[in-house]
Structures are given as structure tokens and as C-alpha cells.
């Protein structure tokens, strides 16, 4: 296979490159879809939006490079390497749905990124992350709404938000 830049390949095809690198990316955001359930793009977009932070912010906390965390995003790598990055990064998707983040109170969510960033989590078969402040957060759902009405909610948050669907599933389902 010919040596291709961003716009000649050594084969003297104008956009050659462009066409390989565009293959790449899909591939790669198809084993994101794989192995994380949906583009880790869209994943860091939502925690971004969540907690009204920059990108750079969020790497920061994560423990991850901005660089590094850009091209996961875009698809121009397939994996986060580091397994504490990914804890981290489900502790913050977790820590959304307390409530007082939820509610978009800035101090609680200052905290609650700082106590992900501090955190040293260990990932193995036997642990999830945050295990405790989801059963916090499945209780609390359960409070404020009927058991029909998570699961209404949860069909309706399926195709754009399908880890808060789960939770709110699993609410409703009193798991």
C-alpha cells in the first residue's frame, strides 16, 4: 500500500489519504461502539454539556491529556489505554444523577469533579466504580416518581441517552 499525506498519496492520488484516514475513524468508532456501548465522542460531549466545563478541563480530571482525549473523541484512536481514565469517566457519568448535580448546582458539581479527579479507582472483575451513589441515585429516583413513569422516561431517553435509560430502567424495575 502506497504511503499516503493528507492530500497527495505517494502514488501521485490526490485525497488517497484523506480516504484511508476517514476509514480508520470508522472503524474506529465502530469498536467504540463495541467495547463502550456508543462513541466515546457523544459520551464526552454529554459530561462536557453536564458540567459546563472545557474539554481540557475535563481531560484534567479524567487524567488523560486534552490531546489524547481529542482523538479519542473524533475517532482517531479506538481506545482509552488507561482503565482508571474509564472508571473516572463512568464515576462522572454516574455523579451526574446526583441530585444536586442534577439540579446543576455549580458547587456540588465542582465537587463531585474533584472528588472524581482525587479518586484512584481499581478496575476489576469484582468492582464497579461508585457502586454506592448509584444504589443513592436508584433510591432517590424511586422517591420522586412512579415505577410506570422510569420506564416511560427510560424509552424516551433510549436512543440518545441510553446509560441514563438503563438507570432509570433498573429504577423502575426496583433492581
Known amino acids: 500500500m502506497a504511503k499516503c499525506s ?21 472503524r474506529n468508532i465502530a ?16 459530561l462536557v454539556v453536564a458540567f459546563d466545563v472545557s474539554q481540557a478541563f475535563l481531560a484534567e480530571v ?3 491529556s486534552a490531546p489524547m482525549l481529542s482523538q479519542v473523541m473524533s475517532g482517531r484512536r479506538a481506545k482509552i489505554g488507561n482503565p482508571v481514565v474509564l472508571a473516572r469517566m463512568i464515576m462522572l457519568e ?3 444523577l ?14 463531585a469533579m474533584e472528588d472524581v479527579r482525587d479518586s484512584r479507582p481499581t478496575v476489576g ?5 461508585v457502586i454506592n451513589e448509584d444504589r443513592r441515585v436508584l433510591a432517590y429516583l424511586r ?4 415505577d410506570e413513569d422510569l420506564g ?5 431517553l433510549d436512543d440518545d441517552f441510553p446509560a441514563i435509560a438503563d438507570l432509570l430502567r433498573r429504577a423502575g424495575n426496583g433492581s
Open 6 to 26: 493528507r492530500t497527495v498519496c505517494a502514488s501521485g492520488v490526490r485525497g488517497l489519504g484523506l480516504v484511508e484516514d476517514h476509514k480508520i475513524v470508522q
Open 31 to 46: 469498536l467504540q461502539r463495541e467495547w463502550y456501548g456508543e462513541p466515546l465522542g457523544d459520551r464526552v460531549r454529554r
Open 62 to 64: 479524567l487524567g488523560i
Open 94 to 96: 454516574r455523579k451526574i
Open 98 to 111: 446526583v441530585p444536586e448535580v442534577a439540579a446543576g448546582n455549580r458547587d456540588a458539581m465542582l465537587a
Open 125 to 129: 472483575r469484582d468492582n464497579i466504580p
Open 143 to 146: 422517591d420522586v416518581a412512579e
Open 152 to 156: 416511560e422516561a427510560a424509552k424516551r
